[in-house]
């Protein structure tokens, strides 16, 4: 049994900072790729973020340049360093994971979701 857990969103103006959190617990044998997702309301679900068990990145178009990805392996965490937050930023945020299972099983992966807001 895997699960994800997000932590760290919340409130925040215009232009302020969100760091993001998701751990991945349970019976993992090994992680391949992590990824961000989030959904606005009455908004499909979207990529946000990704990265690669060797570390290869890739970004929105909307969010690259302000959003930073990275992940500790050791920890099977990855994060979401969100700044110069916007408006159009407001959403609930998923974290995604490619996970290969003690048992050999691999399969998606995804958390419960954290909300996060920008506004003035």
């Known amino acids: 049994q895997v699960q994800l857990v997000e932590s760290g969103g919340g409130l925040v103006q215009p232009g302020g900072s969100l760091r993001l959190s998701c751990a991945a617990s349970?019976?993992?044998?090994?992680?391949?790729?992590m990824a961000w997702y989030r959904q606005a309301p009455g908004k499909q679900r979207e990529l946000v973020a990704v990265i690669t068990s060797g570390g290869y990145t890739n970004y929105a178009d909307s969010v690259k340049g302000r959003f930073t990805i990275s992940r500790s392996n050791a920890k099977n965490t990855v994060h979401l360093q969100m700044n110069g937050l916007k408006p159009a930023d407001t959403a609930v945020y998923y974290c995604?994971?490619?996970?290969?299972?003690?048992?050999?099983?691999?399969?998606?992966?995804w958390g419960q979701g954290t909300q996060v807001i920008v506004s003035s």
């Open positions: 349970g019976d993992i044998f090994s992680i391949n790729t």
């Open positions: 995604n994971a490619k996970i290969r299972t003690t048992n050999s099983y691999t399969g998606r992966y």
